[in-house]
Nanobody
């Protein structure tokens, strides 16, 4: 059973930055896929970014150019650097692990508990 633990959420002003971290309990395989999703007020959970542990990232249009997904091999950690934050980025951010390179959240088997990000104007 894989456990994922997110951290790094908080409150920030519009235009500010935050870096989210996701710690995995097991060392991933090179083809393991990690995704970041978010639950925003009034909306369902939506895709933010994904990458294979050893592969190229893919971003939702809403965050492209502002967010960067990355990994730290020795620490088995996934990161989401969020810059130029907007009010509409407010939500609970989840880290997820799966085997398929897809933005479809149904394909992800393991999920973290989420971390709250609040962007104030």
């Amino acid at each position: 059973q894989v456990q994922l633990v997110e951290s790094g959420g908080g409150s920030v002003q519009v235009g500010g930055s935050l870096r989210l971290s996701c710690a995995a309990s097991q060392r991933p395989f090179s083809r393991t896929v990690y995704g970041w999703f978010r639950q925003t007020p009034g909306k369902g959970r939506e895709f933010v970014a994904l990458m294979r542990w050893r592969g190229s990232p893919f971003y939702a249009d809403a965050v492209k150019g502002r967010f960067t997904i990355s990994r730290d091999n020795p620490e088995n950690r996934l990161y989401l650097q969020m810059n130029s934050l907007k009010v509409e980025d407010t939500g609970v951010y989840y880290c997820a692990q799966g085997a398929e390179y897809t933005s479809n959240q149904e394909s992800y088997e393991y999920w973290g508990q989420g971390t709250q990000v609040t962007v104030g104007s």
